[in-house]
């Protein structure tokens, strides 16, 4: 046992505790501090929760106060609970059509136990770990689902809005439509247009006086000034209800059908877990450039949480709850920095329901049904709408959108997973092949991906080239299974054999992903009579399978000549950017466009080597606008004031911290570093050449290195390979403390808005390494497939 555990000598007695002279001091309980930002976004979101909990409550014909008890639930258990710190839950209206149909099949108390059931299904599936899997759905079905919803919810609530009654289902309230005009309530219109035109014109007013009234929610202004209204003119309209808290309903033993009862929390379980994980999700793009950054959402804690606040809320007499994107998008803009702003919304909902009743039976009901027949009408939103046409997957999202309303959420739902893959299996066996004869050479054309379905037809159009003719095969696809690989190289081997000539290629002649015959796959073999035999994949083209011809000085000219576009290196770049325009820059030309607006706000600066076979984006996982990247040889980093210093280095480390405020930087080394093998070889002579002068920079490493009295660095174990290894780590280390010298990182770490990360690669294995270090030793641990998966230090 250590020496310094203290132990308690067997005559002491237990009545007294003597604080030890050399103890630490005891510690004082502590505070709860709460962020201003935090109390002021709490405030913001709470005068939008507490009128749109008692419309959503409205809308679904359950207890008024049910919504007020699933706010508060939302906010004090999901918020403390889930693993999204600035997701605000509660009452959605994505949720109004599966709850209003369950109140009218099974009543209100067994609605509640059915929410109990479901958020029980959801803290086993958040255990399960499988909350990412949810958002394997297509987009098309989540955007369908919610406009059916919408659809259902504004149909409803048009009802009300006009001084009726809704049906509880949505062809009857359209059947009914007609007759409700017929005998409009003046009253009750006035009103629900009074709303309306304060939520439109709100949150528009222009001016500085226009920005300083828009802080106040245009939800909590309409229903407020429709209700001032209503009260000032007198009018006879139902208005909010809360009967009192003493004969509110819990939830009961669940009664009906077995397999009904199934379906319902099946349903329930899936509109709450889909909605609150894509909300997650949004929440952590709304807070991607926030400082101090809250951190990224953990979805299967955000399932827990979201399933814990169903069980709490069902078992009060709530509704059910889901992240709510109004709410949440309102806490982000409103400057929240954790938790605690969604918890606190939830106690001022709290004190509203006890302390606020008599104000709240003032609103009219009409004015509840208008708020949320707007929130209906948003849910069916143009931009998914756009977006699912550009993807083509308007198919799916419109059968989606008709069986939610036709039919209800689950069927709607199944519905449209059943269109999708459909379409995607269409997509798959749709493959167009052509034969053509031009001028001599038979062309055959593959549109589409390659599959087993499409070899009869490929064997048709194959055996359309005469024995011995020259041929090209163009392969426009990014799939080619098994199958159709074996069918064309047995025709490629036997017209081979017959004297003839194959050209493989991909669209526009870009080099096609099938190996020579006979060949190992990924190499290239030289076709007879100069036909080009480069395989190389079409998804990568930038790896080197060494079957391009080696490049040979074009006639006339001399190699220390200029390279041009006529050459072969030259026609080499223009093939790759011809390949980026056509595949890859219609992808990446909307986010583009919105780095362009935005300007760029990278996450951290990576600082490496330059060596060619770094590819910092696939090392990283990064795309375009995470990264700020700085290359040079060796991944140096001249201290500051250094004699012979480089500024390039130190002025962008000071505009990734100064100006792009980043808020990591990484030193990135790798093995087989030809600056560290060059640094070893160097004498101590002076240095002549540019590069001599540069790694006169690296020398504290080599110092560092031969120091026994640091500690060695080394990857978790095993120890280095070589000294080339050794250094190369030592590199990394030393470097970062350059880095901590500048002035700009210091202040950076010292206010705590700033880490630095040391990194390895090593090229042979693909194999990442973080350093984490400690007093004994500088260790790199290797990170496995899953992000929290580390070697052992």
């Known amino acids: 046992m250590p020496a310094c555990v203290p132990t308690r000598a067997a005559d002491s007695t237990p009545t007294k505790r003597v604080h030890q002279p050399h103890s630490p001091p005891p510690s004082r309980p502590r505070r709860l501090r709460i962020a201003g930002a935090d109390l002021s976004a709490s405030i913001a979101v709470f005068l939008i929760a507490l009128p749109l909990s008692l419309g959503i409550a409205l809308a679904t014909g359950a207890p008024l106060q049910s919504g007020l008890v699933a706010a508060a639930v939302g906010g004090l258990v999901a918020g403390r609970l889930g693993g999204s710190p600035l997701q605000v839950s509660g009452p959605a209206a994505g949720l109004t059509v599966v709850t209003a149909d369950l109140i009218h099949r099974y009543g209100w108390r067994t609605t509640c136990a059915i929410t109990v059931l479901a958020g029980l299904a959801q803290v086993g599936l958040g255990c399960l770990r499988v909350a990412r899997t949810a958002l394997a759905v297509s987009p098309a079905i989540v955007h369908g689902m919610l406009a059916g919803i919408g659809v259902t919810i504004a149909v409803a609530q048009l009802h009300i809005v006009l001084g009726g009654t809704p049906h509880s289902a949505v062809l009857d309230n359209l059947w009914a439509l007609p007759a409700q005009l017929a005998r409009l309530q003046p009253a009750a219109l006035s009103v629900s247009a009074l709303t309306l035109a304060l939520l439109f ?24 000034g429709a209700t001032a ?76 949480g979201q399933g814990a606040g169903n069980v709490v809320s069902g078992a009060l007499g709530g509704l059910p709850i889901a992240g709510v994107a109004v709410r949440s998008s309102a806490n982000v803009r409103s400057g929240a920095v954790s938790r605690n702003s969604t918890m606190l919304h939830g106690v001022w909902v709290v004190v509203a329901a006890l302390l606020m009743v008599p104000l709240l039976e003032l609103i009219p009901l009409a004015a509840l049904a208008t708020l949320v027949m707007a929130v209906g009408i948003q849910m069916v939103s143009l931009h998914h709408i756009r977006t699912v046409t550009r993807h083509r997957e308007v198919l799916v999202y419109a059968v989606t959108t008709l069986g939610v309303v036709l039919l209800g959420v689950l069927q709607g739902v199944t519905l449209g997973v059943a269109v999708a893959v459909a379409v995607a299996l269409h997509r798959l066996t749709r493959t167009r092949i052509t034969h053509e004869d031009r001028k001599g050479v038979h062309h055959v054309r593959v549109r589409g991906q390659l599959t087993f379905l499409a070899v009869p037809r490929l064997s048709r159009a194959l055996h359309l080239v005469p024995a011995g003719a020259p041929a090209v095969v163009e392969l426009d696809g ?123 706000r990278p996450s951290g600066l990576f600082l490496t080597c330059a060596d060619s076979r770094l590819v910092t984006s696939m090392i990283t996982s990064s795309g375009p606008g995470d990264l700020f990247v700085v290359r040079n040889v060796g991944n140096l ?71 026994e009295e640091r500690p060695r660095a080394r990857i978790a174990g095993r120890e280095s390979a070589d000294t080339v290894e050794q250094l190369c780590l030592t590199n990394v280390v030393q470097q970062l403390e350059h880095l901590g010298a500048h002035e700009s990182v210091a202040r950076a770490l010292d206010e705590g808005t700033l880490e630095l990360h040391g990194m390895y690669f090593h090229v042979g294995e693909a194999q990442a390494y973080l350093l984490a270090g400690s007093r004994e030793a500088d260790v790199f641990g290797g990170v496995g497939a899953t992000e929290e998966e580390r070697s052992p230090a």
């Open 201 to 224: 014109v709100w949150p528009r007013l222009p001016g500085r006086t226009g920005d300083l009234l828009r802080r106040v929610p245009a939800a909590l202004v309409a229903v407020t």
């Open 229 to 304: 209204a209503a009260s000032l003119a007198g009018l006879p309209l139902p208005k909010v209800d809360l009967p009192s808290w003493r004969s509110h309903a819990l939830a009961g033993l669940p009664e009906g059908p077995v397999a009904g009862l199934a379906a319902a929390v099946l349903t329930t379980t899936l509109v709450c877990s889909v909605q609150s994980l894509l909300g997650a999700v949004a929440v952590d793009k709304l807070a991607a450039g926030r400082r101090p950054h809250p951190g990224r959402s953990d979805l299967d804690r955000e399932l827990l």
């Open 478 to 600: 990014s799939f080619m299974d098994h199958a159709a690989y074996e069918s064309l190289q047995d025709w490629q081997r036997t017209h081979l054999a017959q004297g003839g000539k194959v050209a493989l290629t991909g669209r526009a002649g870009n080099p096609a992903a099938v190996p020579a015959p006979g060949a190992p796959a990924l190499t290239g073999s030289q076709e007879s009579a100069g036909a080009s035999a480069c395989r190389c994949r079409p998804w990568t083209p930038w790896r080197n399978h060494q079957c391009e011809q080696p490049l040979k000085t074009p006639p006339g000219s001399h190699p220390g000549g200029a390279a041009t576009a006529s050459g072969p290196s030259g026609r080499q770049l223009a093939r790759g950017i011809s390949a980026f325009q056509r595949n890859t820059a219609p992808l990446m030309r909307g986010e583009l466009a919105r780095l362009a607006r935005e300007g760029q």
């Open 637 to 707: 980093v001249p201290p500051p004031g250094a004699e012979r210093g480089d500024d390039s280095v130190a002025a962008a480390v000071e505009y990734a911290v100064d100006v792009l405020r980043v808020r990591s930087i990484t030193v990135c080394g790798h093995s087989g570093c030809g600056a560290m093998q060059a640094l070893l070889a160097s004498g101590p002579g002076a240095a002549r050449t540019p590069l001599e002068r540069w790694l006169r920079h690296g020398v504290p490493s080599l110092e560092r290195m031969a120091d």
